[in-house]
């Protein structure tokens, strides 16, 4: 159990385009979602959390309007990088646990990997 | 900052061996989680340990927690190639609001 889906797995969008990421929880109903971004060998870095039906809370330094994150329903979240450019290039992962807390098991996707040429 | 540390960086051994891995933190925590990524992919949750617990064991982990010394430690016994993979230790701070907060992870290659 605790499927979470990532999709697409891997995009190359040109300079100035959008691109959209979706993050479902397959077989639990997600309370809170988590958007990270990791660099080749690094940890990983928490963009924003979001709850269903309410704003996501954005980490200092993450800009809002670049990184726009919708949670719809309980088992889909989004994060469109809007306006892309190369320094965005990075794997993007998500995860979901069950609880309203960010102290819970997270149960990660399998990542994107995002190319902005 | 809370995040945990994660030692050593890079461990390299042979099938059958023990692995070692460990983890130090700087401030109070409630849990601490190991989390495993293979190259490429998201991570896998492997074992929480609650701070007033000392040892856990999940199969061939055994995960133990020094909370006087805010360190952590991962053991795989009996490894095997597919262990293969990079160890991220996460904590999460005391306060209500605290999130998970994951280190910079142990490469481990176990060799066949």
């Known amino acids: 159990g605790a499927v979470v889906s990532q999709h697409p797995s891997w995009v190359i969008c040109k300079s100035g385009t959008s691109v959209k990421i979706e993050c479902r929880s397959l077989?639990?109903?997600?309370?809170?979602m988590f958007w990270y971004r990791q660099f080749p060998k690094q940890s990983l870095m928490l963009m924003a959390t979001?709850?269903?039906?309410?704003?996501?809370?954005?980490e200092q330094g993450v800009e809002k309007d670049k990184f726009l994150i919708n949670h719809a329903s309980l088992t889909l979240s989004t994060l469109t990088v809007t306006s892309a450019h190369p320094e965005d290039s990075s794997f993007y992962i998500c995860s979901a646990s069950w609880g309203t807390s960010g102290k819970d098991i997270q149960y990660f996707g399998a990542g994107t990997r995002l190319s902005v040429l | 900052s809370q995040q945990g540390e994660e030692d050593p960086q890079a461990l390299s051994i042979q099938e059958g061996e023990n692995a070692t891995m460990n983890c130090s933190y700087k401030t109070s925590i409630n849990n601490l989680q190991w989390y495993r990524q293979n190259s490429g992919r998201g991570l896998v949750h492997l074992i929480l340990i609650r701070s007033n617990e000392r040892e856990k064991h999940s199969g061939r982990l055994r995960v133990t927690l020094d909370t006087s010394k805010k360190s952590s430690s991962l053991l795989i016994t009996a490894s095997r190639a597919a262990d293969t993979a990079s160890y991220f230790c996460a904590t999460d701070g005391s306060g209500a609001n605290s999130k998970l907060t994951f280190g910079k992870g142990i490469t481990l290659s176990v060799r066949p």
């Open positions: 077989d639990f109903q997600a309370t809170t």
């Open positions: 979001s709850n269903e039906g309410s704003k996501a809370t954005y």
